[in-house]
């Protein structure tokens, strides 16, 4: 089980991916399509419900064109 800061951060990093994906203009569709991944997977990252994986976070970092950096939570 996750333990609540675990959790926090997770959400936290969705929240961002969000901010960051609006701020461009992309909807979720267009993203998936740019970061060649699975629509309802970013979705699930968005709302804090899936804890994506180191290459994910690169992915979607590459298709925002934003440093990794820019997705996490702050410490």
């Given amino acids: ?3 609540l ?3 926090l951060i ?3 990093f969705g929240k961002n ?3 960051v994906r609006k701020g461009k203009g992309l909807s979720l569709r267009k993203l998936a399509h740019l970061a060649d991944m699975n629509y309802g997977n970013i979705h ?3 709302k804090g419900l899936i804890n994506p994986q180191i290459s994910t976070v690169i992915l979607l970092a590459e298709a925002l064109n934003v440093p990794p950096s820019d997705l996490l939570p702050s410490s």
């Fill in 5 to 7: 800061r675990e959790i």
């Fill in 1 to 3: 089980m996750d333990s």
């Fill in 10 to 12: 997770i959400k936290e």
């Fill in 17 to 19: 991916l969000k901010k």
């Fill in 44 to 46: 699930k990252i968005e």
